[in-house]
């Protein structure tokens, strides 16, 4: 019986396949609405509250995630984050919670799931056992977060666990200059924020170039600024994220400058701007109980369980020191990381630490390179007291023992006449007598 439906398929298949163009895209249009009308009474039954269940499909999702992400199909039901909504919530109107406890196990390796924000979109993919789609006996088979066109977290059932895959689209960067002059009574802060200068990217302005410049004791009223900020598009759409390019300040006869080259920053002779990382981030050499490992499996389960950090078999109260200035991002309690602090270096690095004992910092609070923020324990799912350290470039994790850890010191010898022609590029930018108000620009800056 199910042979002979699947030789009627695979017949049905191939007279698709040479059909032409305009009708095979009205075979899937026509089949798309079908779809709806069959799966949205469905979902309908499925929720045994009366919670209004959200539209089902929304055009733009489609016209936007179609170009990069393969879609398998439309899901049983989407959950538009609201301000105090929770993750428990959703999974315990579907009494899923066994299952979110699987999901979580799969966030370990990627942590997305702690930070609801509101109007994130989390889209689930449902059956009931046997395709009953009974409301006591659904199975969740994907789970999809989109945390913006440019940002989308799958997970998708294997066996009884899940396997996250993460999707980060670089898309293209727009730059634009925004020139200004401190107004009496005003801060560069405000002058730069009222032009529409996003307030993130005047906090790293005042980070480059705090060693050269006392803002609040040294800037006037009269000083002038030149800036040249990128946003980040995927095709015609802006994702909210921006990147300070290049900046110069004029104050009492000098010029203090800033520009980007390959995601750091350097003064107009080629120094770097930003201090290096350090290494290690406990006193002692402790013993690598895990190295990092982006395809580990897990020896049991067989499912893919990434080790996105070093594991340091650190005994519980091991003090833990920041490897760079940054601002303290999270500090979350995790089923199964554990209590783990984040903290943003920049707009391109960050570390996370797992398994602590107890945090030293909190959210919102700046750090500076080499003071203590944590001390390393046991917590969450762990089999004996370490210190698991992540290092993530542009939201990726990386080898912290590798060498891709920045080392700045200064543009190296082979790159600097490219140093030197995009500073010239920003400059003519900054001094162009004609608004350009968008400059298409997706090369170096990353
Ligand atoms: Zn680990």
Same mark, same amino acid.
């Given at each position: ?31 798309? %609405?079908?779809?709806?009308?069959? =799966? ?44 105090? !909504?929770?993750?428990?919530? *959703?999974?315990?109107?579907?009494? =899923? ?17 702690? *930070? ?17 789609? !009974? ?18 977290? %799958?997970?998708?059932?294997?066996? !009884? ?51 050269? =410049? ?113 601002? *303290? ?118």
């Amino acid at each position: 019986m199910l042979n002979s439906i699947k030789q009627k398929l695979i017949s049905l298949f191939e007279l698709f396949s040479k059909l032409p163009k305009l009708h095979r895209q009205l075979i899937v249009g026509l089949s798309l %609405v079908c779809m709806l009308l069959v =799966l949205a009474p469905t979902s309908y039954r499925l929720a045994s509250t009366d919670i209004a269940l959200p539209e089902l499909v929304d055009p733009e999702y489609i016209a936007t995630v179609e170009q990069h992400v393969s879609m398998p199909n439309i899901p049983d039901y989407e959950w538009v984050v609201e301000a105090g !909504d929770t993750l428990g919530d *959703v999974f315990s109107l579907f009494n =899923l919670s066994y299952t979110m406890s699987k999901i979580l196990e799969a966030d370990k390796n990627v942590l997305s799931l702690d *930070v609801i924000n509101k109007g994130d979109k989390y889209r689930f993919w449902l059956r009931g056992n046997d395709d009953s789609y !009974d409301s006591k006996n659904i199975v969740l088979t994907r789970m999809e977060q989109v945390l913006g066109i440019e940002h989308q977290v %799958v997970f998708q059932r294997n066996g !009884d666990g899940f396997e996250y895959q993460e999707t980060i689209l670089e898309g293209s960067w727009r730059q634009r200059r925004i020139n200004g002059v401190i107004k009496s009574g005003s801060s560069f802060y405000k002058s730069a924020v009222a032009l529409g200068l996003p307030a993130n990217d005047v906090a790293v302005i005042g980070r480059l170039l705090k060693s050269k =410049l006392d803002f609040s004791r040294h800037t006037a009223a009269g000083d002038k600024f030149q800036v040249v900020i990128s946003s980040q598009y995927i095709g015609d759409i802006a994702t909210g994220n921006t990147k300070v390019e290049g900046v110069r300040f004029f104050n009492r006869k000098q010029v203090y400058s800033a520009f980007s080259f390959k995601g750091n920053y350097f003064d107009s002779a080629g120094d770097g701007l930003e201090r290096a990382f350090s290494r290690y981030v406990v006193n002692a050499r402790y013993r690598v109980s895990s190295r990092f490992n982006p395809r580990r499996k897990h020896p049991i389960t067989g499912l893919i369980r990434p080790h996105n950090g070093t594991d340091f078999a650190t005994p519980k109260g091991t003090s833990i020191y920041s490897p760079g200035d940054g601002v *303290v991002k999270r500090v979350v309690r995790h089923k199964y990381a554990g209590l783990y602090v984040e903290i943003q270096h920049s707009y391109k690095y960050r570390t996370r630490y797992l398994h602590l004992s107890k945090s030293l910092v909190r959210k919102g609070q700046r750090v500076k390179r080499g003071q203590k923020i944590a001390l390393s324990g046991n917590t969450g799912a762990s089999t004996g007291a370490h210190l698991h350290y992540e290092f993530h470039v542009n939201q990726k994790p990386i080898n912290a023992m590798g060498s891709k850890v920045p080392v700045v010191i200064g543009v190296d010898r082979k790159s600097m006449l490219a140093y030197k022609k995009r500073v010239l590029d920003l400059i003519k930018l900054m001094e162009s007598e004609k608004l350009t108000k968008a400059n298409t620009n997706s090369n170096n800056s990353g």
